[in-house]
Structure formats: structure tokens, C-alpha cells
């Protein structure tokens, strides 16, 4: 499972609300952090988050079973690893 946590503040918690409109994307509170997870990529589009450059580019609290393949002024992207065990 892909997953990518977010603290759970204000600034943040766009980027899980857009996340999660991706019917296969689950997300949770674990903890301070919330949990976005799914089998596949993570696709997060700045534009709809609203997040500014300093909000945007300091988001990513960890990411498990995957790496950020693109994080860039448009969008972030997550992919799986395949190194699930």
C-alpha cells in the first residue's frame, strides 16, 4: 500500500481532502498525521489544494511503500515501490 502522511493542520489537510476524492485512495487520522493510502500512485494537484509555495513544498511528512516520483509547481506525485514484505 502507497502511503503518504500529512500533518494533520490547516495548511495540510488540503492535500488529503484532494487526495481522498480518488474513489481508490483511503484517508485517516494516525496519531498527529493523516494517513493517505491506496494499492496504486498517489496524484495530488496544487491547483486544487489552494496551498501556497512554502505550504506545498514542506507538506510530505514521510511517505511508506512508495517514493515521490514528481513534486513539482503542479502536482505531486507518489508511486508504490513494489517493496511491500
Request: aromatic share 8%; hydrophobic share 40%.
Amino acid at each position: 500500500m502507497t502511503t503518504l502522511f500529512v500533518l494533520d493542520v490547516d495548511d495540510f489537510r488540503p492535500l488529503a481532502e484532494v487526495a481522498g476524492k480518488d474513489p481508490g485512495v483511503t484517508v485517516r487520522r494516525r496519531g498527529p498525521y493523516l494517513e493517505v493510502a491506496t494499492p496504486g500512485s498517489i496524484h495530488i494537484e496544487r491547483n486544487a489544494t489552494g496551498c501556497r509555495n512554502a505550504v506545498w513544498y514542506s507538506a510530505v511528512a514521510a511517505v511508506r511503500d512508495g517514493r515521490v516520483s514528481r513534486w513539482d509547481k503542479s502536482e505531486l506525485v507518489v508511486q508504490p515501490t513494489g517493496a511491500e514484505g
